[in-house]
């Protein structure tokens, strides 16, 4: 299963966290694995070493080092390894995207800079990146700088997108296009789409403040939404969710091996992994039948019918 990281911001904690994203619920709805690591405390408050401050403290291989760790006892995808994080957690997430950008797949930092100290760094490889911040924010601001500590915290927006067009070798000018204004918000967001090696994404606050926009039913947009098609999208992720009014019928679920599928009608069904490649192919007739799938690495699948139904199947060994 692909493996989304969560990074807090600076004096957070995964409990606070977990009571307000609810992250077991993102977990069932994505069916992905999702990791909420907590920084150590420095000078009375929790906080990354996102490259702020002198600090010996290596959270950048610890974070790898827990993937591999990970890996090693549940089937995650190392293809599909994304970072969000928000606030310092987005200093953090540019910090892992430029110095293991090879071995992840896609980063989301939001209200988060590029510090001066990783800006001298050249990103080891192009990383998909969506970078998301409000234009009044004044912690982390659009210019670099905080009226709530003082001083210049890294580069602003402008120079953040200029980094990572110049690392991923994207297009100078990018397409634009605004989200509906729909809601009595005061906000405006835009989206700015920068097309290259790995692709290069913006989405501008305006009036946007040091917050994390949830709820769809508040806001015109809710950033974890927009966070996860952009990691789903291009990369090759089956995402059942378009689907789910049209499922397929299967039990036992997660499975060691034999499933029994129910079709109303003689179809042909694929089982896909999570990157899109098609498995086996099973010609089922109308009814009650099983197939099997003990030959396949244990992990997440897709079983997908020729009129677009989709189900979800965990294997397990």
Partial sequence: M?????????????TRLDNEFHFQ??????????????????????MWNAGLMASSIDDSGFLMALLDALAEQYPINLDSVFFTGFSMGGFMTHRMAIEHGDRITACAPVSGLITHSMANQTAVAPVRMLHIHGTTDP????????????????????????????????????VIDTFPDLKNDGLRFVRYTYEGDAELQHIKVIGGNHTWYMSENQYDIGYLTEIHKFFTINNGYVDVTEHEQNT??????PTSGCVTIKV???????????QGRCMAKYALKSGTQQIELRDLTEGLYFIKGENGAVTKVMLTK
């Fill in 139 to 174: 912690v982390v601001g659009y210019d670099g700088n905080s009226q709530y500590f003082g001083g210049n915290l890294g580069l602003n927006v402008d120079a953040i997108l200029d980094y990572w067009k110049n690392t991923n070798h994207c297009v100078a000018e990018p």
């Fill in 264 to 274: 109303e009608d003689d179809t042909v069904v694929e089982v896909m992994d999570v």
């Fill in 25 to 46: 619920q993102v977990a069932d709805e994505f069916q992905w694995a999702v990791v909420i690591p907590q920084a150590l405390t420095q000078s009375g408050a929790t």
């Fill in 248 to 253: 397929l019928q299967l039990w036992p679920n």
């Fill in 2 to 14: 692909p493996i989304l990281y969560f990074l807090h911001g600076l004096g957070d904690n995964i």
